[in-house]
């Protein structure tokens, strides 16, 4: 009998291989399970980065009360006064141990008296006279040349009025005459007094001639635009 038993042991595990591997190989792989083919793997390379454009630079932003190109820029200076008498001499004095040589200018103070209309300076006496025969033919028969050496010698008065707004009437009938040339504003006279300009606003000027403006007290010291020499003599 275990003959017998050995026999159908021996039988059962043949069959049992048979049936293995019959099934292996009519068998398909489960899908997403599929054997690895080192052959086909193939690295992905890093993407790249897309190339950065190169913007054109915008032109500098030019600041608020800065000039436009081709447009003269004013000059700052101090000013300092007023001066007479003794004391005009004494601060002169002062300022000439500075040696400042041309950027200092002496010259008349002034003070308001009205308003007036007039045409802007001219060169010479002789373009003052062609302007005051040019308004005679549009019909303005008052003028007058300013002819003492100031800053508006050789300007061209039209009139004086005690208002701003008398004044400004005043330019608009000129100018439904067909005269552009006008303008109207604040009239200066000078007066017996002097003050000192000084063509340097540098902190280290400034600090000089505050430490100075203690020995005369009363005069102001201040920023102004420069103003240009005074013609004398054409």
């Known amino acids: 009998m275990k003959w017998i038993f050995a026999i159908l042991l ?108 007039y045409v802007t300076p001219r060169n010479t006496m002789q373009e003052a006279q062609k302007k005051v025969d040019e308004l005679k033919r549009l019909g303005v028969q008052e003028s007058y040349v300013v002819r003492e050496p100031s800053e508006m010698q050789y300007a061209i008065s039209l009139g004086i009025f005690s208002t701003a707004e008398a004044a400004a009437k005043y330019l608009d009938r000129l100018r439904e005459k067909g005269v552009k040339s006008a303008v109207s504003g604040p009239r200066t006279q000078e007066i017996d007094a002097a003050v000192f300009q000084i063509k340097d606003s540098g902190e280290s000027m400034t600090a000089q001639l505050t430490k100075l403006k203690l020995d005369f007290p009363g005069s102001e010291l201040k920023a102004v635009e420069c103003r240009k020499p005074v013609r004398v003599g054409q």
């Open 10 to 117: 021996v039988i059962n595990i043949l069959f049992f291989t048979v049936m293995q591997l019959g099934s292996s190989q009519g068998r398909e792989p489960m899908r997403g399970h599929e054997p690895v083919k080192a052959e086909k793997i193939k690295l992905l390379a890093e993407p790249q980065k897309a190339p950065e454009l190169a913007l054109p630079m915008s032109e500098p932003l030019v600041k608020s009360g800065d000039s436009a190109p081709g447009e003269a820029k004013s000059e700052i200076c101090l000013e300092w006064g007023q001066f007479y008498g003794d004391t005009l001499k004494r601060v002169a004095q002062a300022l000439e141990k500075l040696q400042l040589g041309e950027k200092l200018i002496q010259r008349k103070a002034e003070k308001s008296g009205g308003y007036w209309v």
